[in-house]
């Protein structure tokens, strides 16, 4: 019986796939936090649990002018980032050959995203003065995913 596309992947141990591997689930953990984050923006959701403290307000933060990029809720922008991290993550698994720029591409995204995070969180810290847990959650999962999307594009095993 022939092994299918997904046991070959499944199956695959190479260092790059296993960086590409640890960069998609925390992109699928970012999908879960920007879901609630765009579905708060979208007026689906009228209010998300906080920490307890004054600095943390989520839904100011997320209803500020500062988080609408290009005139779209920058939490849909950030699902968009996630789902073509992970399909790119995928798609240099599965096609050997271009690897090298799709691994390149991949790692574009997670350096935007991580530059993205940084200028957000300056944006809460010390402009908005509110601090949203949602978002540095985010932010903390953009920062984790510099460091194998870096080992990926510069071969680096471990």
């Known amino acids: 019986m022939e092994e299918s596309v997904i046991d070959k992947i499944r199956e695959d141990k190479s260092a790059a796939t296993e ?3 640890e960069i998609a689930a925390w992109a699928a953990v970012g999908l879960v936090d920007f879901s609630l984050i765009s579905l708060l923006q979208m007026g689906y959701v009228r209010k998300l649990p906080d920490l307890p403290g004054d600095v943390f307000d989520t839904v100011k933060v997320n209803t500020s002018k500062d988080a609408v990029i290009m005139g779209m809720p920058d939490g849909v922008i ?3 980032a996630y789902a073509a991290t992970m ?3 995928m798609a240099g698994t599965r096609f050997k050959k271009r690897s090298k720029l799709i691994d390149l591409a991949l790692g574009g995204i997670v350096l935007g995203q991580a530059l993205g ?3 957000y969180l300056y944006k809460m810290a010390f ?3 509110k601090m949203c847990v949602y978002c540095v959650t985010g932010a903390v999962i953009n920062f984790v995913s510099i460091k194998p999307a870096y080992k990926l594009i510069t071969g680096q095993s471990s």
Do not use: E, H, I, W
């Open 19 to 21: 960086k590409r591997r």
């Open 78 to 80: 950030s699902l968009g």
């Open 87 to 89: 399909f790119l993550a």
């Open 117 to 119: 995070a940084a200028q």
């Open 127 to 129: 402009v908005q003065k």
